[in-house]
């Protein structure tokens, strides 16, 4: 009972802000006045505020910002020792530094490192905790130009990257974060540069308390839904997510951007009620994912489970079951990645879960501006299988869905299926999956959630498998890259399409896309595209497992 | 000199990338490490340090240096941080829910379940049997072979985690045989079956008592466990049952604001707690 009152509340906490908050962050990425840091930043920067870019540019500029952020990181990790606060630890090695800088920048914050054993302060807060901010701060730009482009009568232009990136930053990410860094330390979170303290237990034996700037990394990590923890064991770690109340907090950080940029899309094409179809989609495949994720975790299926008595290996006694698995279901159906129960020792299908999840695409609610950007791709396809019924030249919000646009969507819905899949089957081709700590169908979901987790740049793990080996960092670091960079590209190019068009007036073949029986269809389209992509994976891993 | 525009775009770019990490990555966080400075806050931030023995937040070992239980001590869940909580070496089993197959040099996940708890039931007097565990605290698990690969009568059974006398003597009318070492029964056509066993569907021993947790730290256990260890501690301490519950329930939080997560019972304060009296 406590655990479904767990989940109401994040209900109607996420319904309560999402006007405010959205109205917000409308005004953040319209609003023409700068203050001074933004000004400060564009005259540090070199550029013209007012200059607007058309996709080709945006996208350069993205991929520029990207391209310098991973090589500012590597390089970073590589010469940790020769900076401040190392804490003594070598260089990281070359090809977990290509991960980790890729990861980061990605949005992803796949480990492959573990951080009190790796990173000292500085690469943690300087390095890592920065891409935390910007990759958050890119997603969302992207998805502000896509909304752009529908809401454009004709110019071509989709706003301007660097302005965006600043805005977005100085007046969403930092203020958010910083009061939840402030109630974090409330809630015991440690922030300090100590190497640690070293104390006797009561037993005699020394342990070795870490310290570093945690609470300030813990709460950009979940608001930019990057998920990348200070220490290994992420949010299990008593000092990552010391109370229960905390762990409450952190889901809800996880999806207040996510679920409240909807309104953001209302508000700039001019119907606030394409804003609630929208999050309409989103909160029907949140909720049933989360339900049965919780389901199946309460019911403890399989045979250690029912030895036990509850499925409780993996997960901490002060958040207990109902509220770790609605953890694993928020950090799944976002980009974040984070955990705070470890998903490899769940149950079969609670285990499944968080996987399909992050195969649907991440769009319920989604990564920052990720998920926005995933949801109204499917929209599209789902206007065009609609106009493909009636015989009708398809549109959304005015503007015409045709060749140019389908092709742009496909190939954006075809690059993380590939990835998953080529990247498993190369696994497994190559020997590589003998990494994985389980076997059998158990070590197929180990490897399958691997490539599943980096191409939808997740960053959370069957942690079971051991990935850092120069093949799978580099593997996964590719599957990261392309992941988020590619779609980035073919959003943009589709933003660019739609925003050269004028807008068509609304006629009597027009289909709604505000009414219920759009929300439905757009959740159809989701759940049978990727039931058609990836059920055959899903029988051979967690699906034969839960039926051995 | 006016430079190419993919130059002075990359040029913005690590200049845009260089302001950010001073704002974000030095400011921010710096602001907030001397927030932690301030009274009320500074104990916190510092890692919720009590006196020289631990952290209220990171639990640990009450075991003697051959990690044997020290009697007059609560005890904590397993752990998997390096050799038990070690705040150096966080992390998990990541073991999954049918590893139940020891391979020579790792126990599956239900034998080590099933070890924790007969052990755990000796020390506290109670039961120790869980379902699909044997009585000498080894998984259940037979490998069994059928004439026709999977269907079939059954014409084979061995006990696949015992070597010595198998936890049961025939199964569907076979003898079961004990495992020979190294042997591995899945590949030569055996169906790895657990047996469920009669042990009560609600054991004595607490599930937090045999499952290791997420982070290695856990530094609570169930109100369940900790009443499990009530008689022990009372008879180490010569204190009366009632005098330990008493303080067991003092440091006992219940779900915060009604709803969240699950009552827990910090071990390292209670043990604190029973030193002082």
Redesign the interface.
Known sequence: ??GW??VI?LVLALVAVYRPFGDYMYRVVTGTRSNV?ERG?YR????NPSAEQTWGVYA??VL??S???IL?LYAFLRLQDKLWLSLGFDPVTSHVAWNTAVSFVSNTNWQAY?G??TMGHLAQ???L??QN??SAAVGIAVAVALIRGFASRGSGELGNF?VD??RI??RVL?PV??LA??IF??????????G??D???????A?????G?V???EA?KLLGTNGGGF???NS????EN????T??IQIFLILLIPFSLPRVFGRMVGQNRQGYAIVAVMAVLAIASTALTIGFELHG????????????????????IP??ATFAAATTLTSTGA????H?????LG?MMPMVNMMLGEVAPGGTGSGLYGLLILAVITVFVAGLMVGRTPEYLGKKIGAREMKLASSYFLITPALVLIGTAAAFANGHNSTA??V???GL?EVLYAFTSASNNNGSA???ITVNTPWWDTALGLAMLLGRFLPIVLVLALAGSLARQKVTPESEGTLPTHQPLFVGLVVGVTVVLVALTFLPALALGPIA?GL? | MRLPA?LS?????????L???V????L??????A??RIPG?SD??????VG????R?????????DGNP?LK?FQS?PSK?GDG????????????????VDSPDAPS??TQ??ERSLAVGKLENVDGS????TPDGV?AVLAVFYRDGLTGPVTRAVSVNQTGTPFIATYEGVTVESAQPGQDYQALGGV?T?I?GDAP???AV???A?????????????PAYAELQVPRIARERGLTEDQVRKLVKEHT?G????????P?VNV?EL??AL?GK
């Open positions: 009972m406590a009152l767990f509340t840091v930043v540090l920067v070199g550029v350069r500029s520029a910002f391209a310098v952020s500012f573990s009190e054993s807060m300087a390095g905790a920065v901010f910007v660097w990136l600043t930053t100085v930092l974060a910083a860094t402030l330390m409330v809630g015991g979170m440690v922030q300090n540069l100590s640690g303290t104390v006797t237990t009561l037993t005699g034996a342990q070795h308390i870490t310290g700037p609470a300030s990394q950009i220490y290994n064991a299990a770690h008593p000092f010391p109370t229960t109340w762990n409450w299926a399989g045979t250690v489970p029912q030895a036990v008595g509850a499925a409780m290996e993996g997960k901490e006694t002060r958040f207990g509220d770790s955990v705070n129960s470890f490899d020792s769940y149950t079969a285990g700590l389980n059998g169908p158990h979901s069957f942690a079971g497992e051995s | 993919w775009q990359h040029i913005a770019a690590l200049r845009a990338l302001v950010m990490t704002l974000l990555g030095l921010y966080p710096l602001l907030f490490v927030v932690g806050l916190k931030a510092g890692g919720s340090i020289t023995s631990g952290s937040l990171i639990g640990q070992a009450f075991t003697d240096a020290v001590y869940r941080a909580y070690d705040p150096t070496a966080t992390g998990a089993s990541n073991l999954g829910p049918e590893s139940v996940l239900l379940v099933c869980r379902p699909y565990c998984g790895i657990p469920r569907g609600k054991p607490p599930a937090d045999v499952t290791t947790s997420g982070s290695g730290l856990d530094p609570d256990i169930s939080d779900r915060a604001l009604g709803f969240l997560g699950e827990a390292l043990n604190l030193n």
